[in-house]
């Protein structure tokens, strides 16, 4: 299935288990590939009103890219880019004619860039074993949109589609079913939903330079970045999300972590925090009020 951005993919994802997935044990399985290919990947933020955690998001899918680091909990490395490799594949990418393939790595899942025919670089990701459809696709999605970000400013092309291809999807029929029965209105219109804001860009210009600043983050180092990315995106968030974790602040931290995240200059990415932050502020509100 071709799609604009990721806003609807979970919807559509869905529905296509409801087609054609099989029954088993309260769940359904797609025993056939299912793929899907997206067109501006660096949309990255939902426009519908249904979203995961965005400050987790940020975290999986940029952090993970410097994988000579312990990834996160929960993430395996092996499933993931490492980025001798990626820096081996771009050293080849400038050379290959269009619709040549250049493959990152050895690992799974596949991963191959292509120079499309229109000088933009493309990348497919193939995953050979079994997905869930809640826990991997939008992760997946998230982080080799970052991966295919890093490359492209690597050997200076524009972003072209990323296709993301799964042998196998699952999951309970329950939450299937809940999800495809959302009204499409709140995802936006399937196929050309426009995400309100430019999307932001999360790589730095000099690629090898952002990825030490961003290791630098790691350590809790917010003074003295040079990389403008860095500087305006990743620590205004980083820096929002420890004010809004700290629970010893008590009820001020929401208000203090959405002005923290105000000095974000990826629209998409602190539009999707406060609006996170907001709905936990109201969520907590309504369970005191039910107490």
């Known amino acids: 299935m071709l799609i604009d951005n990721c806003s609807s993919m979970p919807f559509l994802l869905a529905q296509h288990l409801l087609k054609v997935g099989r029954k088993q044990d309260g769940a359904l399985y797609a025993d056939t590939p299912t793929k899907v290919c997206i067109e501006r990947p660096l949309e990255r933020q939902p426009c519908s009103s249904i979203r995961s955690d965005p400050f987790l998001e940020f975290l999986r899918a940029v952090r993970v890219v410097t994988v000579g680091n312990p990834p996160l909990d929960g993430i395996e490395p092996d499933v993931h880019v490492r980025l001798s490799d990626l820096f081996m594949a771009a050293d080849h990418v400038s050379e290959i004619t269009p619709q040549g393939v250049v493959v990152i790595g050895q690992r799974a899942p596949q991963c191959s860039l292509v120079l499309d025919r229109n000088r933009t670089l ?4 193939t995953w050979w074993g079994l997905s869930q459809l809640c826990q991997d696709t939008r992760p997946d999605f998230l982080f080799f949109s970052v991966v295919l970000e890093a490359a492209a400013r690597l050997v200076r092309l524009p972003v072209g589609r990323l296709t993301l291809s799964w042998a196998g999807l699952c999951e309970r029929q329950e939450t299937v079913e809940v999800i495809a029965g959302i009204p499409p209105e709140v995802w936006g219109d399937c196929y050309t939903a426009q995400v309100p804001f430019e999307p932001g860009q999360v790589v730095g210009d000099s690629v090898h330079g952002w990825l030490n600043e961003v290791d630098l983050l790691r350590t809790g180092k917010v003074m003295g970045l040079k990389d403008d990315v860095c500087r305006k995106v990743h620590a205004p968030i980083i820096h929002a999300h420890h004010i809004f974790t700290d629970e010893e602040r008590g009820w001020k931290r929401y ?26 502020k109201q969520n907590e509100r309504a369970a005191k009020r039910w107490r």
């Open 255 to 280: 208000d203090e972590a959405q002005r923290a995240i105000q000095a974000c200059e990826a629209m998409d990415w602190r539009a999707a925090c406060w609006e996170w932050i907001e709905q936990m």
């Open 122 to 125: 493309s990348m497919t990701v």
